[in-house]
């Protein structure tokens, strides 16, 4: 497949030491594979397109910095996952017709002081099928209107509080991710609920004459054991889940030259 993809961006720097930024692009990508071997009604599978706006802005104020970015994300034929697996547990993907997400990101990093420093990130965004229409029965079809693609939370965000000792550190890190749906019908019956935990690493970093710089870390993985699934998916009108694990521990050693 031959395929134009045109990109085009400007930037301005500010007389405050801000940044601000536009840009338009687009992007075309091929179905992979599987998506032939599990089309959806025997159809072939179409390239998705993508038209990509998108306007932000950075600045900092002494020990605090931070940016902005919002978006608007305009697809043709978009291969969104259906929620459905194949006979081997691979996630199916269909063409939906006219799509779009649009959102804003924002982050930010403030060093309060040589011992704390906060950063955050916070995506809030719209996910939306156009017109979705499903089969019913063998050959007749059903418009739902305008629908959630699946699998793509409106909110999502996280907090890492990092504090410096020394050559240790500590990071705790609550995060959020907000309901997703398991199908593109909007039925709220086949949802992922949202969930809330908190993940905590401790490390210790020192350059090792002859050695090279030697970082030492453990990290206790969901601190207060919350019973959460991060993903799932449908069979007919039932969603199954793959739960996580409650409170467990990851170390590890790592050696640069």
Do not use: C, H
Not at 89 to 96: F, K
């Amino acid at each position: 497949m031959t395929f134009f993809n045109p990109k085009v961006g400007m930037s301005y720097r500010t007389g405050k030491g801000g940044n601000v930024y536009a840009s338009y692009a687009m992007a075309n990508r091929e179905p992979n594979r599987k998506d032939y071997l599990n089309a959806v009604g025997g159809e072939t599978p179409r390239p998705e397109q993508l038209q990509d706006i998108e306007l932000g802005y950075e600045g900092s104020v002494n020990n605090f910095s931070w940016s902005s970015n919002a978006y608007y994300m305009y697809y043709t034929d978009q291969l969104v996952l259906t929620g459905e697996l194949d006979n081997v547990g691979y996630p199916i993907r269909e063409n939906v017709g006219e799509s779009y997400r649009m959102g804003i990101e924002l982050s930010s990093a403030w060093k309060v002081s040589n011992l704390l420093t906060i950063r955050e990130n916070l995506t809030l965004s719209r996910n939306q099928n156009l017109n979705y229409v499903v089969s019913v029965g063998d050959s007749s079809t059903q418009n739902l209107g305008n629908t959630p693609i699946a699998y793509s939370p409106s909110i999502i965000a996280n907090v890492t509080f990092e504090f410096n000792v020394s050559d240790f550190k500590l990071e705790l890190i609550p995060r959020y991710v907000g309901k997703q749906y398991l199908s593109n019908t909007g039925d709220v019956s086949l949802t992922l609920p949202s969930y809330f935990i908190t993940d905590a690493r401790l490390s210790f970093t020192r350059d090792v004459a002859g050695v090279g710089n030697v970082r030492a870390y453990v990290m206790a993985n969901n601190l207060l054991s919350q019973e959460y699934a991060s993903n799932g998916y449908v069979y007919g009108t039932s969603v199954w889940f793959y739960p996580q694990a409650p409170l467990n521990y990851l170390f590890g050693i790592e050696l640069s030259l």
